[in-house]
């Protein structure tokens, strides 16, 4: 049972960087326009550099 | 209108407010709708378009909600607007102080909730799953205790909706589904801690969090429907900004309609709406008033003359003093007077509620019985309460609580997709209850517009100088007429000198002769009993043009449905007797009233409902409003005017009215899923009490009861989307 010690807080840990990622998305205003984000990767823009804000 | 376009469902997540960030100056700026705009290349035309217009900083397309906006500090809408038509894309303004955050920062923080109590429940059912399967003594303590650590913290953050709405509920001395479902969280909660504590083998932290999870889940997917609609709704009327032009002695300026002053001048031009009330200073013009009185017809109005804001000025340019403007405006008035009727409406006790103040009293009386029933039997507390808390979690909350929401957003949906922007959230069960239907004429049942009539009575010649003269003017008679004789393939004659004399007509000189087309006085005409316009040809003789209101497609059919639908319908109208004869019979309601002010249209809604008569008011201007907010429930068209269309629980876009009869067919469906839902509900109850009561309930029996009476209940909520 000792690789319990190691699984629990592994499988917490996953999790809750998983959920931190979601909140950070939605934070960050992420799902704001999906229908675009899905357009915009087709465009050529900012392939070479990322728009400096 | 291209707004008619229903915008896709996704068209929830975003709004016009950002908090923070880079985000935000642009926010700051202009916001554009754009109808049409549909791929990546439109992203990158727009955008593009608009960062060559000189003093633009930055563009940003959202194509979801198909808007972009603008950082373009000092730079006029209209060169951005004029600068995307030039690259082939229709903008139009959009007023960014109406399009309120408020719904979206809402479903946000919901979705919040929602993503924490998914991460609780995922991992808390993991342990629990372990020791369902098995684990025993310390191992089975470690993950109750750590599933301890997960919930009590999860729950105290999800939870909160739940627990705000049912402290506001009892606060009132109410009862809402979300009490029940409190209560179930609480002592589940409480029990599993005490259990932990005891070394005991039963604890409830999983059945706490999905319970949480599925209604916070089901409340998220409401509100973000309903949020789609309503945001489609406030576009509506962000696109009419406000703006009026004011002379001063610099000359002409355009500014915002909340800056005028009485006393200021203001021109009106030929089209546009009267931003204020005031009285005519100069020009003459045909004013249409049908927004506040109903009436099809346009009323001459020269010097001296009152005009009132929200009426549309037909043909001429006009100058107009202000004497009231803002909130002393007839229309600002109207809108108060309907924020005072709108009382009856709040209420309407929703079906959930009323399903919560029978479910909630006799589960918790259950609970009760069944605690005393074991310590009088037994003797043994511990197990009295773990009975109880197991009779609590297991009659299904969960399934009560799904019951409505997974039905309203499956129906609203629906009708979203068909045209209809379903606002109010007990709407639907209203509309279901719906047996009288009260259309307003003007611009609801009718599109206020005209047609002419017999026009084969006239000869050709007359016919051709009909058509010449009626093609110089824009009152809305002339081009109706030049219209129909275009299609019809009639040249026009030629006629020389052609001048129009606003608030009279048209006049020419055709073989020598004067000839005019206007009104009955002006051409020596005797005037008739119908909507006409007359043309005198200098021969003495007189002819006159009839014109009907054209109806609305679907017009008749939908009048024929809801009659079909055990709903009976009637016309209200402030127009003359004749034209509103004319048009209950084309759109076939036997059932009609003329000349109806507006307060004695709300008068009659009251007398119906007094009754006992459920009333559906659709309508369109201002003198329905104060209708359309004391009616059981309302509908709207999208050219409606905004008072109108605020208090009405659905808005229409698009011009087919057959979607009336089907949101009350839809109505009544999804009332009777979420009937059927409780009825499920119920009978999961039926065979869990006996054995939650006999003390045989387990944490997995607990959970499987939820699991499976959840999902029957979505199950049959989506049965309303076909």
Same mark, same amino acid.
């Given at each position: ?9 592994v ?13 950070w ?24 550099a990322?728009?400096?804000d | 209108m291209s707004?008619?376009?229903v ?9 016009a ?14 916001l554009?709708s754009?109808?049409?705009i549909?791929?990546a290349?439109?992203i ?13 900083n930055d563009?940003?397309?959202n194509?979801t ?10 730079v006029?809408?209209?060169t ?5 038509g030039?690259a ?7 007023d ?6 408020t719904g979206?920062?809402?479903?946000r ?5 929602l993503?924490v109590a998914?991460f609780?429940?995922?991992?808390v059912?993991?342990?629990?799953v ?8 310390a ?7 750590i599933?301890?650590?997960?919930a ?13 709405s049912?402290?506001?509920a009892?606060?009132?001395k109410r009862?809402n ?7 179930a ?8 801690v ?8 039963h604890?409830y932290?999983? *059945? ?10 089901a ?11 309503r ?16 002379l001063?002695d610099?000359?002409e300026?355009?500014?915002?309609v ?11 031009r030929?089209?546009a709406?009267f ?15 049908s927004f506040?009185t109903?009436?099809s017809l346009p009323?001459?109005?020269g010097?001296?003359?009152?005009v009132?804001?929200g009426?549309?000025?037909l043909?001429g340019?006009?100058?107009v003093?202000v ?11 109207m809108?108060?007077?309907v ?20 479910y909630?009293?006799a589960?918790?009386l259950?609970?009760l019985?069944?605690? !005393?029933?074991w !310590?009088w ?13 197991a ?7 969960c ?6 929401? *997974?039905v309203a957003?499956a129906?609203?949906?629906r009708?979203?997709?068909r ?11 209203r509309l279901?209850?719906i047996?009288?239907?009260v259309f307003?004429?003007t ?5 206020g517009?005209?047609d ?7 000869d050709?010649?007359?016919l ?13 008679l002339a ?5 129909t004789?275009a ?6 004659a030629?006629?020389?000198g052609?001048?129009?004399q ?14 005019r087309?206007?009104r009955?006085?002006?051409?020596e005409?005797?005037m ?10 200098g021969?003495?003789a ?8 054209r109806?609305r ?10 009659e079909?639908?055990?709903v009976?319908?009637?016309?209200l109208?402030?127009?003359?007797a ?5 048009? *209950?019979e084309?759109?076939?309601l036997s059932?009609?009233? *003329?000349?109806?002010r ?5 008068q009659?809604i009251?007398?119906?409902a007094a ?24 509908i709207?068209?999208a ?5 109108a269309?605020?208090v009405s629980?659905?808005v ?15 109505g009544?469906?999804a009332v ?7 009825g ?6 039926a065979?869990?009490i ?5 003390g045989?309930?387990t944490?997995?029996?607990a ?5 499976t ?7 049959n ?6």
């Amino acid at each position: 049972m000792n690789v319990l010690v190691f699984l629990i807080p592994v499988s917490l840990i996953l999790g809750g960087a998983g959920l931190v990622a979601f909140l950070w998305a939605l934070r960050r205003r992420q799902f704001e326009d999906p229908e675009g984000d899905a357009a915009r990767i087709l465009t050529d823009d900012y392939d070479d550099a990322p728009k400096r804000d | 209108m291209s707004l008619a376009e229903v915008p896709s469902p996704a068209a929830c997540g975003a709004c016009a407010a950002a908090p923070s960030g880079r985000d935000a100056a642009v926010a700051t700026g202009t916001l554009l709708s754009l109808p049409h705009i549909h791929c990546a290349a439109c992203i990158t035309g727009v955008e593009g378009a608009l960062r060559k217009v000189p003093g633009v900083n930055d563009a940003r397309v959202n194509l979801t909600l198909k808007r972009a906006s603008v950082d373009a500090p000092g730079v006029p809408v209209e060169t951005l607007v004029a600068a995307l038509g030039r690259a082939g894309y229709e903008a139009h303004e959009l007023d960014a102080a109406l399009l309120s955050g408020t719904g979206d920062r809402a479903s946000r923080d919901l979705l919040m909730r929602l993503a924490v109590a998914g991460f609780a429940m995922m991992n808390v059912m993991l342990l629990s799953v372990a020791v369902w399967s098995g684990a025993t003594d310390a191992t089975r303590d470690l993950f109750h205790w750590i599933s301890a650590a997960i919930a009590i913290p999860t729950l105290a953050f999800s939870g909160q909706p739940f627990f705000r709405s049912a402290l506001r509920a009892v606060s009132a001395k109410r009862l809402n589904m979300d009490v029940p479902i409190s209560l179930a969280l609480i002592l589940a909660a409480g029990l599993s801690v005490y259990e932990t504590l005891q070394s005991g083998a039963h604890a409830y932290f999983d *059945a706490a969090l999905s319970l949480t999870f599925f209604l916070l889940g089901a409340r998220f997917l409401d509100m973000r429907m309903r949020h789609a609609a309503r945001s489609a709704a406030e576009e509506l009327s962000a696109l009419e900004v406000p703006r009026a032009t004011r002379l001063t002695d610099m000359g002409e300026e355009v500014i915002a309609v909340a800056e005028l002053r009485a006393g200021d001048l203001v021109r009106v031009r030929p089209g546009a709406r009267f931003p204020a009330d005031g009285v005519v200073s100069e020009g003459a013009s045909e004013i249409d008033r049908s927004f506040l009185t109903g009436e099809s017809l346009p009323v001459a109005a020269g010097q001296g003359d009152d005009v009132h804001a929200g009426e549309v000025n037909l043909t001429g340019l006009m100058t107009v003093r202000v004497t009231a403007a803002g909130q002393d405006t007839t229309l600002a008035r109207m809108r108060d007077l309907v924020a005072l009727a709108e009382g009856a409406r709040t209420k309407y006790t929703p079906l959930a509620d009323r399903a919560a103040a029978i479910y909630a009293p006799a589960v918790h009386l259950l609970a009760l019985f069944a605690f !005393v029933g074991w !310590v009088w039997a037994t003797g043994d507390v511990r197990f009295a309460l773990n009975v109880a808390v197991a009779t609590l979690i297991i009659t299904c909350p969960c399934a009560l609580g799904l019951a409505v929401p *997974a039905v309203a957003t499956a129906a609203t949906g629906r009708l979203y997709r068909r045209g209809l922007l379903v606002k109010s959230a007990t709407a639907l069960e209203r509309l279901a209850e719906i047996d009288t239907v009260v259309f307003d004429k003007t611009g609801t049942l009718t599109e206020g517009r005209v047609d002419p009539v017999g026009l084969a009575a006239h000869d050709d010649d007359t016919l051709a100088v009909a058509r010449a003269l009626a093609e110089a003017s824009s009152h809305p008679l002339a081009r109706s007429l030049a219209e129909t004789l275009a299609e019809r393939g009639i040249a026009a004659a030629r006629v020389e000198g052609i001048a129009e004399q606003p608030g009279h007509g048209v006049e020419g000189r055709w073989q020598d002769r004067r000839v005019r087309l206007g009104r009955a006085d002006w051409t020596e005409a005797e005037m008739l009993e119908a909507t006409a316009t007359y043309l005198d040809l200098g021969d003495g003789a007189h002819r006159a043009f009839r014109f009907t209101d054209r109806l609305r497609p679907g017009a008749a059919e939908a009048v024929g449905k809801l009659e079909a639908l055990g709903v009976e319908a009637m016309l209200l109208s402030g127009d003359n007797a004749a034209a509103v004869a004319d048009t *209950a019979e084309r759109a076939g309601l036997s059932d009609w009233r *003329a000349g109806v002010r507006p307060d004695e249209k709300q008068q009659v809604i009251a007398d119906l409902a007094a009754q006992g008569r459920r009333v559906l008011m659709v309508g369109d201007g201002l003198n329905d409003t104060a209708a359309l907010a004391a009616a059981h429930a309302s509908i709207s068209p999208a050219s409606a005017l905004d008072a109108a269309r605020v208090v009405s629980d659905i808005v229409l876009l698009g011009n087919d009215l057959t979607a009336i009869p089907e949101a009350v067919e839809t109505g009544r469906a999804a009332v009777r899923r979420i009937r059927e839902n409780f009825g499920i509900a119920a009978a999961y109850n039926a065979v869990a009490i006996p054995v939650a009561l006999a003390g045989f309930a387990t944490p997995l029996a607990a959970a499987l009861a939820m699991s499976t009476s959840s999902i029957s209940v979505s199950l049959n909520a989506l049965r309303v989307r076909r």
